[in-house]
């Protein structure tokens, strides 16, 4: 019997640790609150698929309060698998932020619309918008 309690006990920490793992990996979000200095919107991405959501906290009548999500919509759904993040502008009244693709140097900008959060299509340096001006 004491050789099959040691074998539950390495059994079980394996398990633990396969939990851990797991957690870590899934745990792969970045948050960044929107540089608009009157909102109190924060935007989450994922970072291994792109995809943007946002929270904020809002009123709501005999409570204290509710939080308020929105979830992607055009544009903010999972993109190519890569390595994404979120940069926050320094501009007081900007309510987005861009959603940055790590390897390729692609960016789009992800706002709240309605109530989803929508994203431009993505762009790098390499595709200049169209009208503007070229090197």
Known sequence: MRGMTGYR???????????VAGAAQGASYEFVPAPQADLNRVYRVDKATGEVISCQYGLQENTIGTTLCFG?????GPQAPSEYSLVASRHL?????FRV???????????????AVVCTPQ???????????KP
């Open 9 to 19: 006990v390495r059994a079980a920490g394996l398990a633990a640790g396969l939990l």
């Open 72 to 76: 992607p919509g055009e544009g903010a």
């Open 93 to 97: 009244r900007e309510a987005g932020v």
């Open 101 to 115: 693709n790590q390897r390729t140097g692609a960016m789009s900008i992800c706002y709240v619309l309605d109530d």
């Open 123 to 133: 762009g790098n340096a390499g595709s200049a918008a169209p009208g503007a001006a």
